[in-house]
């Protein structure tokens, strides 16, 4: 009798630790997949940001302009518009465009181009019109080991 006593809490203990198990996995799923669809909802936002930036209509703003990056002391020190840096990102210098302006930088060598975004004041050198993030600099020269190109800027009419 004990022993069937004994096997019986067994039985309902080893049922109840199983179905808590099984109610916390289904839970970790169902956190997962809510964390997976936010992160899709995000990279949607992000795309739907780059097209408007890409389909807008770009207005011309200056040809043969002389581009250079910047150097990678900067990476993490703030803007003058009061961001933080990363040379990771799609950000420009200008001298004169306002802050959170998006410019389209176009190599007038080999046609490439990307859409930035003037967060900082710059360059203080009298020949060079733009500086550029180094990413946006590298995915558009033609020459990996120059440190400057000519461009043409268009800024985006919205």
Same mark, same amino acid.
């Given at each position: 009798?004990?022993?069937?006593?004994?096997?019986?809490?067994? =039985?309902? #203990?080893?049922?109840?630790?199983?179905?808590?198990?099984?109610? @916390?996995?289904? %839970? =970790? &799923?169902?956190?997962?997949?809510?964390?997976?669809?936010?992160?899709?909802?995000?990279?949607?936002?992000?795309?739907?940001?780059? /097209?408007? *930036? &890409? =389909?807008? &209509? !770009?207005?011309? !703003?200056?040809?043969? *302009?002389?581009?250079?990056?910047?150097?990678?002391?900067?990476?993490?020190? @703030?803007?003058?518009?009061?961001?933080? !840096?990363?040379?990771?990102?799609?950000? *420009?210098?200008?001298?004169?465009?306002?802050?959170? %302006?998006?410019?389209?930088?176009?190599?007038?060598?080999?046609?490439?181009?990307?859409?930035?975004?003037?967060?900082? @004041?710059?360059? !203080?050198?009298?020949?060079?019109?733009?500086?550029?993030?180094?990413?946006?600099?590298?995915? #558009? %020269?033609?020459?990996?080991?120059?440190?400057?190109?000519?461009? %043409?800027?268009?800024? /985006?009419?919205?």
């Amino acid at each position: 009798m004990k022993k069937s006593i004994t096997l019986f809490f067994l =039985l309902v #203990i080893s049922c109840a630790v199983y179905s808590q198990s099984s109610v @916390r996995q289904k %839970t =970790l &799923v169902q956190k997962d997949s809510i964390k997976k669809s936010k992160m899709a909802i995000e990279i949607e936002e992000k795309k739907l940001d780059s /097209l408007v *930036a &890409v =389909l807008g &209509v !770009f207005k011309p !703003f200056k040809k043969a *302009a002389h581009a250079s990056y910047y150097a990678d002391k900067f990476n993490g020190r @703030r803007t003058t518009s009061g961001t933080k !840096f990363d040379n990771n990102k799609y950000t *420009a210098a200008h001298k004169k465009l306002p802050f959170g %302006t998006k410019v389209r930088v176009t190599n007038e060598k080999n046609g490439k181009w990307v859409v930035v975004e003037i967060t900082d @004041r710059g360059p !203080f050198v009298k020949s060079r019109e733009i500086d550029l993030s180094k990413r946006a600099f590298m995915d #558009i %020269t033609s020459n990996r080991g120059s440190g400057g190109m000519l461009v %043409t800027i268009e800024v /985006l009419n919205k």
